[in-house]
């Protein structure tokens, strides 16, 4: 987590963890945990993932199970925005959600040229 809020490279928990939510909510968090570092998905990108697992829901029911995400950094729900590109609701407020995406496209740009 230093590492990632140092904002120096993806990423990748080594430990495993339990999430206690509804099986909706638990297939949302599958999906937004494939959202790649430094990129931005939109709620109909969620859904469209969710229907081509046989779920069909509105892209409200995606951000009421986007809002009881409980570890929001390793479940990345800052990376989803409106249809719109309006950055709309995180739990840890609009300035907070534009901070982590602007400093991960950052990272993420200066890590790629490092390489």
């Known amino acids: 987590m230093d ?3 140092r904002f120096e490279k ?25 959202i ?7 709620y109909s990108d969620v859904k469209k993932r969710l229907s081509e697992k046989g779920i ?8 009421q199970a986007i809002a009881k995400n409980p570890i929001s950094i390793l479940i990345p729900c800052h990376r989803v925005i409106s249809k719109s590109e309006a950055l709309t609701g995180y739990a840890g407020g609009i300035k907070r959600k534009a901070y ?3 400093n ?10 490092n390489q």
């Open 3 to 5: 590492a990632y809020f």
């Open 56 to 63: 069909l829901t509105s892209a409200r029911a995606i951000g």
């Open 100 to 102: 982590l995406l602007k």
């Open 36 to 42: 790649p570092y430094g990129d931005i998905w939109t």
């Open 10 to 34: 993806p990423i990748h928990p080594s430990f495993s963890y339990a999430l206690k939510g509804t099986p909706f909510q638990n297939e949302v968090y599958a999906i937004l945990q494939e």
């Open 104 to 113: 991960e496209h950052k990272a993420l740009c200066e890590w790629y040229n």
